[in-house]
């Protein structure tokens, strides 16, 4: 991975929540690539009435042919974000940026660069086609990833098999993990590194298994061009990979822009997190992180935090604390000591409820050899909340077998 950096780069003209039913008909609705979901006709960001009238048009009215890209107003523009950043892997940097990009017609610029509800029946149109071209490229370097147990999303940012995701996805450094492709094939992938101070991890798809072929791969966008009221799209896997379905799409608008956090109004599930956000350019912007107070009110990782974080992650180094999600055994022990005693066990936490007793000998947790309290304490921080890790204790002669499930804190 020596050489595996992101660049900024100047290429011109290229450049997590459970209430599936409901949202799963959402998704379902509008006219749609064939053989996907895809909620076009769903325009979260306005009133129901303004929604129930542009999802009729939008089915009234569906582009009915490629070719109509050329008709009057339709002229491209040129990309949104001038300095979006690539991965390099010590080739060509600006190789990235062909990946999802679609040109903006002028007429669309607008509604593109400040957001807006859409004044006509022929911006909707344009809108509706917009969406359509977006998702078509995107859908194909959305990923659903799984990790033991564990499911959510990716998306793929560059030609040798980078997956950029959540760091609670991501879970911890070097764990195996399965990637399910966009045509359903299946891929075998190792986590890297992970800034959990912003949820963000990376993910690398195993060499040699897509026959010498670039990946398809996203366009990289910034966060620093992104306003209030843009309009956006959500792609992800909700539930894992559905070949009835594939990804999902969900059509909303920025509600809060910082440095820290997006908030949008796209409507994610459960399996959605890790998965790409991306304006109607086909740029990637965002990565889903965390749902708010309800389905329609989630948060999303910056993209530019992954580009400040891209050389740690890449050599497999994680630090920091998901916000609301530190991990936690609830046991006291002696630091100065050459062995991890534990010393105190906290009534109604992880260790407890694993069967860990005051005495015991901390001497593997989750397989990882454990010489002192201090590393006990660092490969608690490497797991996540919920995580059930299998730990090896002395308890007086005996060797004792614990299963423990990780507790937060926050």
């Given at each position: 991975m020596g050489g595996v950096t992101f660049n900024r780069a100047f290429s011109d003209g290229e450049r997590v929540l459970n209430q599936g039913g409901e949202t799963n008909r959402i998704?379902?609705?509008?006219?749609?690539?064939?053989?996907r979901s895809f909620a076009s006709g769903c325009f979260f960001g306005l009133s129901r009435s303004w929604r129930v009238g542009m999802v009729l048009v939008a089915l009234l009215f569906a582009p009915s042919a490629r070719g109509e890209d050329a008709a009057a107003g339709e002229r491209d523009s040129p990309p949104i974000q001038e300095n979006a950043f690539v991965p390099?892997?010590?080739r060509d940097a600006a190789a990235s940026t062909a990946g999802t990009y679609v040109s903006v017609p002028i007429d669309l610029e607008p509604i593109h660069r400040r957001g807006g509800v859409p004044e006509s029946l022929e911006i909707l149109q344009l809108m509706e086609k917009q969406q359509r071209r977006v998702a078509e490229r995107a859908s194909k370097c959305t990923v659903s990833v799984k990790i033991g147990a564990a499911q959510g999303c990716g998306v793929i940012v560059s030609e040798t098999g980078f997956i950029i995701t959540a760091a609670h996805v991501a879970m911890r450094p070097r764990?195996?993990?399965i990637v399910t492709l966009s045509n359903g094939r299946q891929v075998s992938a190792t986590t890297l590194g992970m800034n959990r101070e912003v949820d963000a991890g990376l993910i690398k798809i195993d060499p040699d298994q897509n026959g010498g072929k670039p990946w398809p791969h996203a366009s990289l966008g910034t966060s620093d061009a992104l306003v209030p009221g843009m309009w956006c799209i959500a792609m992800g896997h909700p539930g894992g990979y559905d070949p009835s379905r594939g990804a999902v799409i969900r059509v909303g608008r920025l509600l809060e822009v910082s440095s820290d956090v997006i908030r949008t109004d796209c409507a994610l599930i459960g399996g959605d997190s890790g998965g790409?956000?991306?304006?109607?350019?086909?740029?990637?912007?965002?990565v889903h992180s965390r749902i708010g107070n309800d389905v329609a009110d989630n948060l999303h990782v910056p993209i530019?935090?992954?580009?400040?974080?891209?050389?740690?992650?890449?050599?497999?180094?994680?630090?920091?604390?998901l916000p609301n999600f530190k991990p936690t055994l609830g046991v006291s022990g002696n630091k100065s000591t050459k062995a991890a005693e534990i010393i105190t066990v906290k009534p109604g936490m992880a260790a407890e409820a694993g069967g860990m007793l005051a005495g015991d000998i901390v001497i593997k947790f989750g397989g990882q050899p454990i010489t002192d309290f201090q590393s006990l304490v660092d490969a608690v921080a490497e797991t996540m909340p919920g995580e059930r890790v299998p730990v090896l204790v002395q308890r007086g002669n005996a060797t004792v077998r614990l299963v423990i499930e990780i507790g937060r804190s926050g």
């Amino acid at each position: 991975m020596g050489g595996v950096t992101f660049n900024r780069a100047f290429s011109d003209g290229e450049r997590v929540l459970n209430q599936g039913g409901e949202t799963n008909r959402i998704a379902g609705t509008g006219a749609g690539l064939p053989g996907r979901s895809f909620a076009s006709g769903c325009f979260f960001g306005l009133s129901r009435s303004w929604r129930v009238g542009m999802v009729l048009v939008a089915l009234l009215f569906a582009p009915s042919a490629r070719g109509e890209d050329a008709a009057a107003g339709e002229r491209d523009s040129p990309p949104i974000q001038e300095n979006a950043f690539v991965p390099n892997d010590s080739r060509d940097a600006a190789a990235s940026t062909a990946g999802t990009y679609v040109s903006v017609p002028i007429d669309l610029e607008p509604i593109h660069r400040r957001g807006g509800v859409p004044e006509s029946l022929e911006i909707l149109q344009l809108m509706e086609k917009q969406q359509r071209r977006v998702a078509e490229r995107a859908s194909k370097c959305t990923v659903s990833v799984k990790i033991g147990a564990a499911q959510g999303c990716g998306v793929i940012v560059s030609e040798t098999g980078f997956i950029i995701t959540a760091a609670h996805v991501a879970m911890r450094p070097r764990k195996r993990a399965i990637v399910t492709l966009s045509n359903g094939r299946q891929v075998s992938a190792t986590t890297l590194g992970m800034n959990r101070e912003v949820d963000a991890g990376l993910i690398k798809i195993d060499p040699d298994q897509n026959g010498g072929k670039p990946w398809p791969h996203a366009s990289l966008g910034t966060s620093d061009a992104l306003v209030p009221g843009m309009w956006c799209i959500a792609m992800g896997h909700p539930g894992g990979y559905d070949p009835s379905r594939g990804a999902v799409i969900r059509v909303g608008r920025l509600l809060e822009v910082s440095s820290d956090v997006i908030r949008t109004d796209c409507a994610l599930i459960g399996g959605d997190s890790g998965g790409p956000l991306f304006n109607f350019a086909g740029q990637l912007i965002a990565v889903h992180s965390r749902i708010g107070n309800d389905v329609a009110d989630n948060l999303h990782v910056p993209i530019d935090h992954y580009d400040e974080s891209w050389d740690r992650m890449a050599l497999g180094q994680a630090w920091g604390f998901l916000p609301n999600f530190k991990p936690t055994l609830g046991v006291s022990g002696n630091k100065s000591t050459k062995a991890a005693e534990i010393i105190t066990v906290k009534p109604g936490m992880a260790a407890e409820a694993g069967g860990m007793l005051a005495g015991d000998i901390v001497i593997k947790f989750g397989g990882q050899p454990i010489t002192d309290f201090q590393s006990l304490v660092d490969a608690v921080a490497e797991t996540m909340p919920g995580e059930r890790v299998p730990v090896l204790v002395q308890r007086g002669n005996a060797t004792v077998r614990l299963v423990i499930e990780i507790g937060r804190s926050g």
